[in-house]
C-alpha cells in the first residue's frame, strides 16, 4: 500500500506521469481494491473516521487515464469512461433492474439495491438496502444494516481531497427523501424522519432538555430526529431558515428494524 501510495502522489503532483505503465497500473489496481472493498476512502477508528487522501487522489486520476466506451445492457445504451460492476450473483448481491453501481464501488454481500445509483468509491456494507431512486455518492461511506429510504440523496465528495465523505453509520435509518451532503456523519442506529437536509453548516438542534445542545455536522447515535426551522435576522428581515431538530433518542428495546413510523411514535409525534 506505501508503494502504490507513493507512485498516486507523485502523478497527482505531475500529471505528466499519468502517461507511465507504472502509474497507470497502480491507479487501476487501487481503483480494483476498493471495487473490492479490500481498501476504502474512510475508515473507522477509536477516535472517529481517518481519510484516506491518496486514495481519493487515485480515484480523481482514474479518470483522465480512461477512454470513453459505448456500453450496451439489453435497449439501453450508455458512453462513459467507467465500467458497471458485474458478476452480482457470486457477490451475494440483489439487484433489481435498472439498479446501477459502478465499477469501483464496493457492495457487500446481502446488500439489496432497488433502482438506485452507487457511485465509484463508495463503501456499501452488509445487509443494507438502497431504496428506489437513492443516490449514493462518490466515496460516501455506508455502514451495515442501513436502510437508505426511497429517494435519499447521499452526496459524494472528491475534490477537496482533504475533504471527509459522508458517513453513515450501522444501523441507521434514513428517511425518504433526506438529502446529507458535505460530509456529514450519522451516527449508529439514528433515525432520520422524511425529507431531513442536512448539511456541514447545518444547526442539529437537539430539543429533548431544558436547554438545547447544538451540533453541526453529526447526528449522535440511537439519535431521532426530524426537520424543524429557527428565525434568523436579515437585513430585510426576519425569516425561518430550515434546521434538524433531535426529539428523542431510538429506545433500547425498539427492535433496530423498526419502521421509521414506530420511531417517530414512541416520541410522540404525529405522523
Known sequence: ?????????????????????????????????????????????????????????????????????????????????????????SKGVRVVPSAVARYGSFIASGVILMPSYVNIGAYVDSGTMVDTWATVGSCAQIG??????????????????QASPVIVEDGAFIGSRCILVEGVRIGKEAVLGANVVLTASSKIIDVTGAVAIEYKGYVPERS????????????????????????????????????????????????
Open 144 to 161: 451495515k444494516n442501513v436502510h437508505l429510504s426511497g429517494g435519499v440523496g447521499v452526496g459524494g465528495v472528491l475534490e477537496p481531497v
Open 1 to 89: 500500500m506505501q508503494n502504490l501510495a507513493q507512485i498516486i502522489e507523485k502523478a497527482w503532483q505531475d500529471r505528466a506521469l499519468l502517461a507511465q505503465k507504472e502509474t497507470i497500473e497502480a491507479i487501476r489496481h487501487v481503483v480494483d481494491l476498493l471495487d473490492k472493498g479490500e481498501i476504502r476512502v474512510a475508515s473507522p477508528t477509536e477516535n472517529g473516521w481517518q481519510v484516506q487522501e491518496w486514495v481519493k487522489k487515485a480515484v480523481i486520476l482514474y479518470f483522465p487515464i480512461q477512454q470513453m466506451q459505448t456500453m450496451e445492457v439489453g435497449i439501453y445504451e450508455y458512453h462513459d469512461k467507467i465500467p458497471l460492476k458485474r458478476d452480482y450473483a
Open 224 to 271: 431521532v430526529v426530524i426537520p424543524g426551522s429557527y428565525a434568523k435576522s436579515f437585513p430585510a428581515g426576519e425569516y425561518h431558515v430550515p434546521c434538524a431538530l433531535i426529539i428523542g433518542k431510538r429506545k433500547e428495546s425498539t427492535d433496530l428494524k423498526t419502521s421509521l413510523n414506530d420511531a417517530l411514535r414512541e416520541n410522540n409525534v404525529s405522523v
